[in-house]
């Protein structure tokens, strides 16, 4: 036997894990969280700032996901009181607590982006 122990939940406790990891990955897994959480990463920004740092994305979907975020807690709202009052967007603690795992997952990407690519290839001629 290895010296290497894994405990795996089971029942409940299994289906419990399952889901909390589907709702996480539909939460960053979406078009433009991860980008906007990247964006982010360097510090508040204000919202149009963060457009521009987010590439491609409308002011309509930038709103959206920025709820979206700040709905689960990932990114903070301030509004400061300023002539005229300005809105500025950071990450939470617990949103920058995903910032190595959102990492981890864009190097696993990389490294097997390729190997991904070819057994689509294959898949999609076996199956006409």
């Not at 909390?20 to 982010?40: A, P, Q």
Request: charged share 30%.
């Amino acid at each position: 036997m290895s010296g290497r122990h894994h405990s795996r939940p089971t029942g409940a406790d299994e289906d419990r894990e399952c889901q909390d990891i589907r709702e996480t990955l539909s939460r960053i897994g979406d078009k433009w969280s991860v980008h906007v959480i990247g964006s982010l990463i360097e510090g508040p920004m204000r919202y149009n700032r963060l457009r521009r740092a987010v590439s491609g994305i409308s002011q309509r979907m930038l709103t959206l996901t920025l709820r979206l975020l700040e709905r689960d807690g990932l990114v903070k709202r301030d509004v400061l009181h300023t002539a005229p009052p300005t809105v500025e967007y950071q990450l939470t603690a617990l949103g920058e607590t995903l910032i190595e795992p959102i990492r981890a997952l864009s190097h696993w990407a990389r490294e097997y982006r390729h190997e991904i690519r070819d057994a689509r290839s294959s898949f999609d001629s076996r199956s006409g």
